[in-house]
């Protein structure tokens, strides 16, 4: 964009806020962070176009939400403390109405994780959101995708699938009672990410992953990393009484188990680790369950309570292997 006074408008009026953490924030060419010693700094960028990430029609409250929750999610999946975020905004035309409710969404979440904005860019286009976020994390201590280990278990937090089977009745692919989807859509537009549960999990957790493209690719995602394979049991994968209601259906399977869009955390453990995993349970006030086992070979297996596999999506289990 030329550097019109419109665009340092738009910037002081919604997204130039004072930084709490930062040495200096928006305004000047570049921000200016303080980074503590004996720290890894932890940084991840995610870009939401409209039409691919959102439908188009989504009220900006939500989408501002959801370009910082989707970021935080990346920084819990690390285990890492989430402080400074830089917001790069395409609009297709100044709509200030637009723009403070947008700021609205991403503000509000980011003073309850105590996340400064620190900069960004502004430009004119087809609306396109991309947030990169930074936080620290104790050096060495990182929860990466590498590390399960055969014999580990797999654990998922909250419950999943609500926010595919709202993307999934939108598509006409199943079905879903109008309050179900009235409750189902606010996981997909409003999902909260487990930033406590991350940094908990620290030095407990053999690997982690933030459920963003469904359950068995983004654990396939672990197995590929880690040299392993898994096998998870579906009659213990936690659902709402939405999920419930649909899980018998081809359509609500692949979406709970392949779906996506959680921002849960998946993550391995060892069995001897369970006790002190079920208490995070109650000190954090979110409900982790066992799904299944880490084991030799490759590939992400699906078993029903029969203990055959379940196909998904019309294929094989093997769909997800991830190879
Ligand atoms: P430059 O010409 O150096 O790229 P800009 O005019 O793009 O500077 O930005 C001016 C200041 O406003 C910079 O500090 C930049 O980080 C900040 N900024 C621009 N757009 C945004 C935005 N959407 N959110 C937060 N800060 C922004
Ligand atoms: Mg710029």
Known sequence: MTKANGEFDLIARHFARPAANAVLGVGDDCALLNVTNGMDLA???DTMVSGTHFFPEVDPEHLGHKSLAVNLSDMAAMGAMPYWAMLAITVPSVDHAWLGAFAKGFFDLAEEFNVSLVGGDTTRGPLS?????MGEVPAG???RRSGAKAGNDIWVSGHIGDAALAVAH????LKLEEADYNEAVMRLYE???RVQLGQALRGQATAAIDISDGLLGDLGHICRLSGVGATVELARIPLSDIAARHIESDA???AVVAGGDDYELCF??????RESIDDLQNMLGVHLTRIGQIRRGKGVSLLGP???????DGRGYDHFSGA
């Open 191 to 193: 999902p909260m990410p």
């Open 252 to 254: 609500g399977r692949t």
């Open 141 to 143: 201590a990182a929860l």
């Open 268 to 273: 391995t453990a060892p069995a001897n680790s």
């Open 129 to 133: 959101l991309t947030v990169t976020i």
């Open 170 to 173: 939108r598509h006409g692919r």
């Open 43 to 45: 940084v991840s960028t």
């Open 306 to 312: 029969d203990g055959k596999a379940v196909k998904v």
